[in-house]
């Protein structure tokens, strides 16, 4: 996300409706992100979109997300223990490959 300095006005297109927004956050980025909601609401289907408010609709897609956010998260944990387990094992390996290295020299100096 690219954050530009000052403030500026972006109008979006969300659900169908127009949100005039301020921001300091790249036009651009801020367009992408709304036309993944857009995708998401039109990922609900006609009837859905024909039946429901721009807020039950919003309400939806904003669910949604947040259930994608807490399992990417959870994703990332794993793999930060996973990433933790496999660190703790490789130094493990260093640390006794260190010491037999140690040892050898210790007994290559012992001998005349």
Known sequence: MLVLTEKHTVTL???????????????????????????????????????????QLLAVVALGLAEDLNEASQRQRELEGRVREVVARAIERIDLRLEEDARVEDVAGEQP
């Open 13 to 55: 297109e969300i659900a169908g409706a127009r949100y005039r927004m301020s921001s300091d956050t790249d036009e651009s980025h801020l367009r992408g992100l709304a036309e993944v909601v857009n995708e998401r609401i039109a990922a609900l289907g006609d009837k859905a979109r024909q039946k429901a408010s721009p807020a």
